[in-house]
């Protein structure tokens, strides 16, 4: 039972460099969202994906650049790393229509000094 | 401006006892609210939801209830256990494109069961 695994778990980055967040899930959902989460905060979307081939923004899409072209993986690009980056992200995917269970993965703890 | 929130950052209950977890949100056009737990170093998983036209959803010791008029519902785990010792985050479903499911998440709260 895999379900959402991201990859990697832990990510120290430089200031300036670029890198990417994995995602994969293997329970065939349409649906794949970003999330970062922040000290004494809640989750905040980055992105989200309503299948191969299409995206729109969250709250939170600055700095970040995601492309959807397989069901299964869902990639977060970090294209000029910077400390407000510095976060836990969590990928999460859901079924589409009234579904309401979104299933997280456990998380990728970035570092950018 | 927060549009979810959870007010009380931690919550300390004895074993057995009501645990009682707090949401309020300002946005009319939700349709769904969800309560996820989370343990640490792991991702939310899901615990409870109750559609905006219902008032109450019960499943096994957690009970949701949504208070419309006043933006408000609450979880209600009874009996508590030591297991329930983890974070609470409520969460509210806006729509996006297609129909798709945006959650929008408060703080969360810190609940932890004494013995």
């Known amino acids: 039972n895999a379900g959402v695994t991201q990859t990697p778990k832990f990510q120290v980055l430089k200031t300036g460099q670029s890198m990417t967040l994995q995602c994969a899930q293997d329970?065939?959902?349409?649906?794949m969202s970003w999330y970062r989460q922040d000290p004494g905060m809640g989750l905040r979307l980055i992105h989200y994906?309503?299948?191969?081939?299409?995206?729109d923004q969250g709250e939170v899409p600055n700095g970040y650049n995601v492309s959807r072209s397989t069901t299964e993986d869902f990639p977060l690009r970090l294209l000029s790393a910077a400390p407000s980056q510095t976060s836990v992200y969590f990928c999460a995917s859901s079924y589409g229509g009234e579904s309401t269970e979104a299933f997280f993965g456990q998380g990728t703890r970035l570092t950018v000094v | 401006d927060q549009q979810v929130k959870q007010n009380s950052p931690s919550l300390s209950v004895q074993e057995g006892r009501i645990s009682i977890l707090n949401c309020d949100y300002t946005n009319s056009m939700f349709d769904y609210f969800l309560w996820y737990k989370k343990y640490p170093a792991e991702g939310p998983t899901f615990l409870i939801s109750i559609s905006s036209i219902k008032d109450k959803n019960e499943d096994g010791r957690f009970t949701v209830f949504l208070n419309k008029s006043a933006k408000h519902l609450s979880l209600h785990i009874v009996p508590s256990q030591p297991g329930d010792s983890a974070v609470y985050f409520c969460?509210?479903?806006?729509?996006?494109?297609?129909?798709?499911?945006?959650?929008?998440f408060g703080q969360g709260t810190r609940l932890t069961i004494n013995p």
């Open positions: 969460a509210a479903s806006e729509r996006g494109i297609q129909g798709a499911q945006k959650l929008v």
């Open positions: 329970m065939n959902h349409e649906y």
């Open positions: 994906s309503v299948g191969a081939g299409i995206t």
